[in-house]
Every structure is written in structure tokens, then in C-alpha cells.
Nanobody, 125 residues
Framework: QVQLVASGGGSVESGDSLTLHCVAS????????MGWFRQAPGKEREGVAA???????TYADSVKGRFTISQDNPKNTLYLQMNNLNPDDTAMYYC???????????????????WSQGTQVTVSS
């Protein structure tokens, strides 16, 4: 059973940067999309960024220009570089994957079936 392990969260100040990591326990799983999601207290889980196996990417409007998703296939690792963080970015962050090709590049959490545990990001003003 493949597992995803997320790490890299922390407590930072506005304007700081963090890089989240998501490592798959096996390179023997196939995926079409991998993504980063977040959930703040009292709010629904939302998609932050996703990347397809072909390298296409999509971002939530709230993080465009500040966050960058990338992958290192030989290391079975997904990254989320987060720059210029602000308090609105405070949330528990998760990575997830799906092998479903349809509906294509998406940030809909309901389309992803394999999830990591969360890593907390807290940004103070």
C-alpha cells in the first residue's frame, strides 16, 4: 500500500518562505495528478496547486505568483515552494494523488483518492 508523507510545515512570519515536501513510500504507483491542498479551521479543504504527470500545472488564484509546485520523480517527491506567505495561508496542508485521467487538471479535492497526513503552516503578521 503506497503512502504519502508530507513534511516541511512550520511557524513563520509574513513575507517568509517555506517549502513543503511530499514523499511517496513506493515508486511502484501510477498517478496522473498530484496536488497540494489546505484546510483552515472552520473552512473547507481547498486545492492550492496541482501538477500532472506530463508536467502541466494549475494554481488557485490566491497563490498564483507566490507558490510553485514541482516534482522529482526519481526521488518520488512532490514539492510546494511557498514565498511571500501571509496570515491567510495559515492552514493544515496535505498532498494527494489520483490516477484518474478525467476530468483532467483539477484542484477539486474530491477527485483525489490517496492522501497524506497534514503538515501545519502558521503565518503570523
Amino acid at each position: 500500500q503506497v503512502q504519502l508523507v508530507a513534511s516541511g510545515g512550520g511557524s513563520v512570519e509574513s513575507g517568509d518562505s517555506l517549502t513543503l515536501h511530499c514523499v511517496a513510500s513506493s515508486n511502484q504507483f501510477s498517478w496522473y495528478l498530484m496536488g497540494w491542498f489546505r484546510q483552515a479551521p472552520g473552512k473547507e479543504r481547498e486545492g492550492v496547486a496541482a501538477i500532472s504527470a506530463a508536467g502541466r500545472m494549475t494554481y488557485a488564484d490566491s497563490v498564483k505568483g507566490r507558490f510553485t509546485i514541482s516534482q522529482d520523480n526519481p526521488k518520488n517527491t512532490l514539492y510546494l515552494q511557498m514565498n511571500n506567505l501571509n496570515p491567510d495561508d495559515t492552514a493544515m496542508y496535505y498532498c494527494a494523488s489520483t490516477s484518474a485521467i478525467r476530468p483532467g487538471l483539477t484542484l477539486d479535492p474530491g477527485r483525489f483518492g490517496l492522501w497524506s497526513q497534514g503538515t501545519q503552516v502558521t503565518v503570523s503578521s
